[in-house]
């Protein structure tokens, strides 16, 4: 018998959980929680259950760990602290600001119970925190950046929408190839939000609405759009839909640093990603994490933790002595 | 106090041991110990001792971790079971096919101690090893691969140096960019060693000695050369002085993968490293690892370790809760 996972959200998080469950034969889905009814819920996995979040508990010694697949909003603030009483869980918790808080939250609930509570998982939060963490380490005398893309923004898009005479509409995030040059070259530039990144629109209109206005409107409007070069494009619904449906993202994480007696060799650390699609990677991470709860749950450990806190080894199937043998 | 640290052997690697203490606040060099004769080696750092190997084990109490800076080939399979008896200690033992049977000598001796030890820190074996393992677990179904360069093969540089009629050389490694792009587009090609790396050499001859004949015997050496495109450049001893004495280094781990029901979506996850200098990175990434032997050991933990088996946590001098707050 595998790693009995359980999914809470069947969205395209909780849909990429399932199909990265396949990937790994350690692993076997046991259940689906979903706040819709769930007959009207299908799943992919032939014998998995689909069931309604309100039965959770009846689940407590039939799933290993609980992934959350909720929203960092008001999804997880609440779910993860709910649910590690009952399970060892797994979030991708990503309001950066909150995530001290959100930790101790998960922390008490997580010692009361017994539990491991992993949150904070994916590439960013996530993978891309690792690269930061482990090449500060290495470079202590050296710059960090991160860029993200060539990805849709889905906060953005949503922005765009609002705006009036606005169907529909898709938002990308690129880097600017110049500036990540730069850093590449480990010319340490001081770089403002409008070097590193270009934001790119595909609007669709409603009819008769006024082009120009809703190009200025979206070009002008503060924290989303204002600091940034933009371009917005009015194509078709059916464009829109055959070429913008996909939710691609990545992007780069690179520190460049110094060392010698007097700082006279430069090193540059680059990370990056290049998604097909964001939420089936993130799940993947998910997943793996998944396994290393399981792993920290069987030794008798409980409480919160980041990616920070757990060994790589922890991640994979294979044992000590394969990964050594075959990867290091 | 900061964490006390010894450096056993005091070349290329000692040196930037030493100058990455300096960048460590937390850190301090408490003494380095040399096979030569204490008073013809000359250290940077004030107030640090300069000792004979043979009066190690007087240091066992005034030394928190031993970075030991020998050769794989017959330094460090003596020399780490040896000295975890008396130290926590690091190595960067990088003989892959040889890591089980070092891994198992040094835990043993390691567990009959009391002491960490840590082996194979550096990039590749260290780093790269990490970003292989945690680019296998998120993607089980992909493919990996590790380009080094561009920089100097020590070993390929000394294969040239016994060539008759060669006075000095140095080689690069060099990946090929067309298959790091075909790699980076997701293609998965299958690779031959030749399709990989070339090989470029500059090569110091002595005075009448047939550089045709050099040439021939350089391109044909198997093992070294004969599977690679290789070019000779005859240079003079000043040209290769000035500009050649630098160790660059560095290297591509890439891994493609697919996700999805049916493997519908790819995506490549890339680490890069680019360095002026290879030991002294080298010897940076042994320091973060120095941090984390002294933290394992004051935790009570013993036996060897591999950077699989480490917690990034612990390799930064930052709390946890700094870390959450800045870098996740």
Redesign the interface.
Known sequence: MGIRIGILGYGNLGR?I???I???PDMELAAVFTRRNPETVSI?TEGAAVCSVADAEQWKDKIDVMILCGGSATDLPEQTPEYVRMFNVIDSFDT?AR??EH?ANVDAAAKESGKVGII?VGWD?G?F??????A??????GKDYTFWGKGVSQGHSDAIRRVAGVKDAKQYTIPVESSLEAV?N?ENPDLTTRQKHTRECFVVLEEGADAAKVEEEIKTMPNYFSDYDTTVHFISEEELKRDHSGIPHGGFVIRSGK???NGE?????????????NP??T???LL?YA?AAYRLAAEGQCGCR????????Y???KS??E???M??
Chains 1, 2 share one sequence.
């Not at 925190?129 to 482990?134: A, E, F, K, V």
């Not at 500060?136 to 005398?141: C, E, G, V």
Request: charged share 20%.
């Open positions: 990429g399932e199909c990265a396949k990937q790994n992919l950066h995530i001290p930790f904070s939060p993978m925190s690792l690269n930061r963490l482990y500060n380490a290495i470079l202590p005398d590449r480990g060392t010698g007696w060799n430069s090193h540059v650390i680059e990370y990056s990603l290049k998604l097909d699609s089936e990677f799940s993947s991470v793996a396994r980041t990616v920070f806190d757990i060994a790589p080894a991640l994979s199937a000590g002595e990964l050594r043998k990867m290091l």
